[in-house]
């Protein structure tokens, strides 16, 4: 049964979109069987790993509207072992016609139990915002990689997040938990990154991961291209960095842990 992560943080600008992309394909490039799934109505996972979203036959808004399965909008990415469920600008609408829909929180979740079993990880690019279809990421999830970025207002708005997660948990999906939070975007050139770091370290009660994602122009270069980091740039400190993520989180699962 795969391992099915939501990354998550309603605070826009944080690198959420750029570790669910560059997340995906280092964990495909280290050997795992990777389904990447868009649930951004920006669609920027779907471009940033190669595909034209304007293309696509079906993408997670008929899934989760139900004009498809899971199967049918599954497509091949830039990267081996790696495939995607892309996202679309209709996406944007599904808010409201979901509404009415039985089961609206687990429309996900329910679509993706015929296709899961096929993959290592299920990694799911939230909105940055606590909404339906970040609801329904959390419902299908099992845990949630928030990505924090190394500035004075790192923790800001992530107390409503992790409210979110607990009342998800109690209500919807009870094996739902905080997977880890990972800092993005350090500078190491400046004092407040590294004094981030060390209050976040200090006073969150959070799993927090050793690695810290760099502040790096190739990173946010790479997204023009099409390409994860470890395609566009392998030598580059951004790739090092998701290298060094990926290695985490599968230690921690041959360790039976989170």
Known sequence: MARIIAVANQKGGVGK?????????????????????????????????????????????ELLIGECDAEDCITGTVCQCLDLIPAHVNLAGA???LLDAKRREYLLKDKLGAV???YDYVIIDCPPALSMLTINALTTAKGV????????????????????????????NGDLKV???????????TNLSADVV????????????????????????????GLPINLYDPRSTGAEGYRRLAEEIISEERKGGR
């Open 198 to 225: 060390d209050n976040v370290r200090n006073n969150l009660d959070q799993h927090i991961y050793r690695t810290v994602i760099p502040r790096n122009v190739r990173l946010a270069e790479a997204p023009s291209h």
């Open 95 to 97: 808010e409201v016609e």
């Open 145 to 172: 990689l928030v990505p924090i970025q190394c500035e004075f207002y790192a923790l800001e708005g992530l107390a409503q997040l992790l409210y979110t997660i607990n009342l998800v948990r109690d209500r919807l």
């Open 179 to 189: 997977q880890g939070v990972v800092f993005t975007m350090y500078d190491s050139r």
């Open 116 to 118: 899961e079993s096929r």
């Open 17 to 61: 979109t750029t570790t669910a992309i560059n997340l995906s394909a280092a964990l495909a490039s280290a050997g795992k069987k990777v389904l990447a799934i868009d649930i951004d109505p920006q669609g920027n996972m779907t471009s940033g790993l190669g595909v034209d979203k304007d293309s696509v036959q079906y993408s997670v808004y």
